[in-house]
């Protein structure tokens, strides 16, 4: 009998595909995206726009938010710890959540390593914007990835550009001869095991969902249609108007990211959207997405 | 062939990907139409709770019953196991209820005591890689439930006809034995319908 294998690790994230993992900042919140029909809860003290708003540094949630809303759920829950803070990730370790996010949207604790994951029976999932980034937190032990996006924005557009970035390099390297990959491996800085892999099977070893940005359910199409495995969504359903009828509808919409009847059925009359933000009036020092390359 | 693996949620491609090794065809269920094309069933591994509301949504739970009732094989892993019970522990609400048994869900704890161990099989001869994760296990069966197999005491195999569940992935893995014993009883069970 083995734990931690990266085989239950890398499984844990395979049977949240097609799914939606909601920000929760409260076991209410919690109890609600669990009713909607999320996959798993992400338990915050607070999201990403609020973050945002706050400035500030961003760090691990308050144990005790992460304990009430593991209490309430059935579901997995996950909890962010900062770039680096191997410290925070063992901390969360400790109390049994089911999925460590080390996260961007965060004040990163190390602004060159990022946390050895592979020493971790907990699993973890990181950002990433393009296969570079994909494939060194993969060897670094990531089990899962997600889009960067940009966080806290409500916009899409940065999600949309990391998928299609990623997607894009995919068919790039599947494309190349044995001997150019080993100078894509050093120009992407990543092993050469692991970028023979994607070029053999044409895809990434761990499932990747979208993140950063998603705020409607065709967003959370849109990302599906793209090749996403699934969708978190951050500040968009409890930023919104009607929380509950947004989750529900995000969820349907993930399942049927193809049928546009359903998705215009859904999208009737649910409220305003979280209000967003426009990433070009975004200060450079703003974006959450360079953090952690 | 053909065995639908229900897409609602969860791990679908990886159930299709050990159907066609174990000589079969998979197909993507999403909607309840798509019943009268498979000769077998699948519900993956996934979310129980996700997979339940959404097959309440969309009228999988009559479709599925009616499809269970005309004698055609339903396999639930993980997740799917539980959607197949007839009782819940805890007094949750139960979704296809099929299966004469009751499920207690995580069972084992949260995802850091999930786990792989090599598990003996009734009816396949040497013993299954079997992946469990955030794994559900059978309390109990009825007296119609075949236990095919025991994981320190608790079932986590179980056969009553055509119907099979079992709490660990054998989807996640290259060993695609019990897929074609699925699909064994899928062809018998046609077979059988054909009027021989």
Same mark, same amino acid.
């Given at each position: 009998?083995?734990?931690?294998?990266?085989?239950?690790?890398?499984?844990?994230?395979?049977?949240?595909?097609?799914?939606?993992?909601?920000?929760?900042?409260?076991?209410?919140q919690a109890?609600?995206?669990e009713?909607?029909?999320?996959t798993?809860?992400?338990a915050?003290?607070?999201?990403?726009?609020?973050i945002?708003?706050?400035g500030?540094?961003?760090?691990?949630?308050?144990?005790?938010?992460?304990?009430e809303?593991?209490?309430v759920?059935?579901?997995?829950?996950?909890?962010?710890a900062?770039i680096?803070?191997?410290?925070?990730a063992?901390?969360l370790?400790?109390?049994g959540?089911?999925?460590?996010?080390?996260?961007?949207v965060l004040?990163?604790?190390?602004?060159?390593?990022?946390?050895?994951?592979?020493?971790?029976?907990?699993?973890?999932?990181c950002?990433?914007?393009?296969?570079?980034?994909a494939?060194r937190r993969?060897q670094?032990?990531a089990?899962?990835?997600r889009t960067?996006? @940009?966080?806290?924005?409500?916009? /899409? &557009? =940065?999600?949309?550009? %990391?998928?299609?970035?990623?997607?894009g390099?995919? $068919?790039?390297?599947?494309?190349?001869?044995k001997d150019?990959?080993?100078?894509?491996?050093?120009?992407?800085g990543?092993?050469y095991?692991?970028?023979?892999?994607?070029?053999?099977?044409?895809?990434?070893?761990?499932?990747?969902?979208?993140?950063?940005?998603?705020?409607?359910?065709?967003?959370?199409a849109?990302?599906?249609?793209?090749g996403a495995?699934?969708?978190?969504?951050?500040?968009?359903?409890?930023?919104?108007?009607?929380? @509950?009828?947004?989750?529900?509808? /995000? &969820? =349907?919409a993930?399942? %049927?990211?193809?049928?546009y009847?359903?998705?215009? $059925?859904?999208s009737?009359?649910?409220?305003?959207p979280?209000?967003?933000?426009e990433?070009?009036?975004?200060d450079r020092?703003?974006?959450?997405q360079?953090?952690?390359? | 062939m053909?065995?639908g693996?229900?897409?609602?949620?969860?791990?679908?491609?990886?159930?299709?990907?050990?159907i066609?090794?174990?000589?079969g065809?998979g197909?993507?269920?999403?909607?309840?139409?798509?019943l009268a094309?498979?000769?077998?069933?699948?519900?993956?591994?996934?979310?129980?709770t996700?997979?339940?509301?959404?097959?309440?949504?969309?009228?999988?739970?009559?479709?599925?019953?009616?499809?269970?009732?005309e004698?055609?094989?339903?396999?639930?892993?993980?997740?799917g196991?539980?959607v197949?019970?007839?009782?819940?522990?805890?007094?949750e609400?139960?979704h296809?209820?099929?299966?004469?048994?009751t499920?207690?869900?995580?069972?084992?704890?949260?995802?850091?005591?999930?786990?792989?161990t090599?598990?003996?099989?009734k009816?396949?001869d040497?013993?299954?890689?079997?992946?469990?994760?955030?794994?559900?296990?059978?309390?109990e069966?009825?007296?119609?439930?075949?236990?095919?197999?025991?994981?320190?005491?608790?079932?986590?195999?179980?056969?009553?006809?055509?119907?099979?569940?079992?709490?660990?992935?054998?989807?996640?893995?290259d060993?695609?034995?019990?897929?074609?014993?699925?699909?064994?009883?899928?062809?018998?069970a046609a077979?059988g319908?054909?009027?021989?």
């Open positions: 009998m083995e734990t931690g294998t990266s085989r239950v690790k890398r499984g844990m994230a395979e049977m949240q595909k097609g799914g939606v993992i909601m920000d929760v900042m409260s076991a209410e109890k609600v995206a009713a909607a029909g999320a798993a809860v992400m915050l003290e607070r999201v990403p726009s609020d945002r708003a706050a500030g540094v961003a760090r691990m949630a308050d144990p005790t938010i992460v304990e809303v593991m209490k759920v059935s579901i997995p829950v996950m909890a962010k900062r680096g803070h191997y410290v925070e063992k901390v370790e400790s109390l959540v089911d999925y460590i996010d080390e996260s961007e004040t990163p604790a190390d602004e060159v390593f990022h946390i050895s994951k592979n020493e971790f029976t907990v699993p973890f999932v950002g990433a914007k393009d296969l570079g980034e494939l993969i670094e032990g089990s899962m990835l960067k996006g @940009e966080p806290g924005t409500g916009n /899409i &557009v =940065e999600a949309v550009r %990391h998928m299609r970035l990623i997607m390099q995919i $068919r790039h390297v599947q494309g190349l001869s150019e990959l080993y100078h894509e491996a050093k120009t992407l990543v092993p095991e692991l970028l023979l892999g994607v070029h053999e099977t044409g895809r990434l070893p761990v499932v990747n969902f979208a993140a950063g940005g998603v705020a409607t359910p065709s967003d959370a849109l990302m599906m249609h793209l495995d699934g969708v978190f969504v951050g500040s968009g359903i409890f930023k919104s108007d009607n929380p @509950e009828k947004f989750a529900r509808a /995000i &969820v =349907e993930t399942t %049927h990211y193809d049928d009847e359903l998705i215009a $059925r859904v009737k009359n649910l409220g305003t979280m209000k967003g933000i990433i070009s009036k975004l020092s703003e974006r959450m360079d953090r952690g390359l | 053909n065995i693996v229900l897409a609602l949620q969860g791990a679908v491609a990886e159930h299709i990907r050990s066609e090794l174990a000589g065809t197909v993507a269920v999403k909607r309840t139409e798509q094309d498979i000769g077998g069933l699948i519900i993956p591994g996934g979310e129980s996700t997979i339940g509301k959404l097959m309440r949504k969309y009228g999988f739970i009559e479709a599925v019953r009616e499809f269970a009732a004698g055609k094989p339903v396999f639930g892993t993980c997740a196991l539980i197949l019970a007839e009782r819940l522990e805890g007094g609400e139960p296809l209820a099929l299966m004469n048994m499920v207690a869900r995580n069972a084992f704890g949260r995802q850091r005591e999930s786990f792989e090599d598990l003996d099989v009816g396949i040497t013993p299954l890689r079997a992946v469990f994760i955030r794994a559900p296990l059978i309390r069966v009825g007296s119609d439930v075949d236990v095919l197999s025991v994981y320190k005491d608790e079932i986590v195999t179980a056969r009553q006809g055509h119907l099979l569940a079992c709490s660990y992935h054998p989807e996640l893995t060993d695609y034995r019990l897929h074609e014993y699925f699909l064994n009883m899928a062809k018998e077979e319908k054909t009027g021989r």
